[in-house]
């Protein structure tokens, strides 16, 4: 997908010691749902050192009518879930939610397979919608398909 080389793309320009961001697939979360094997998910991921950074950006493709892009920004400082829909749909950040913090506990157990420092805090995390209203006001809305 064209998200997917444009993520590695600006990934690579901003891969200096002071950029503490993993940029993630789109095919991520689906792996996810699918329940891939471990070594599947590890040799998609393991280039943007995820396990080392505080925030991680998950760009996550809606198959509805329309089809269009959403994005969830997880903070690791603060144990926040930032959610980002356009269309301010909100009935599927309710599954997203689940399945995304499935997809940080995955990650983070297989990274710790590797690397017996990476540290494994589940609890009290936050889930913060960041839109309520649709931002899309005329029948000429831009969306990613």
């Known amino acids: 997908m064209c998200i997917n080389g444009c993520a590695a793309l600006l990934y690579s320009q901003l891969k200096v010691p002071t950029v503490d961001c993993a940029i993630l697939s789109t095919y991520d979360l ?14 998609n991921t393991s280039w943007t050192c995820y396990w080392e950074k505080n925030v991680w950006i998950l760009p996550i493709h809606r198959p509805s009518d329309v089809g269009h892009w959403v994005i969830c920004i997880i903070y690791f400082r603060t144990k926040e879930l930032h959610l980002f829909d356009s269309l301010a749909e909100q009935e599927p950040w309710e599954n997203d939610g689940k399945d995304i913090m499935k997809l940080i506990e995955r990650f983070l157990t297989i990274a710790r397979q590797r690397h017996s420092d990476v540290q494994i805090d589940l609890g009290g995390w936050q889930t913060r919608v960041l839109n309520v209203g649709s931002m899309a006001h005329t029948s000429q809305h831009y969306l990613l398909t």
């Open 30 to 43: 689906p792996r996810i749902r699918n329940n891939a094997p471990d070594e599947l998910i590890w040799r």
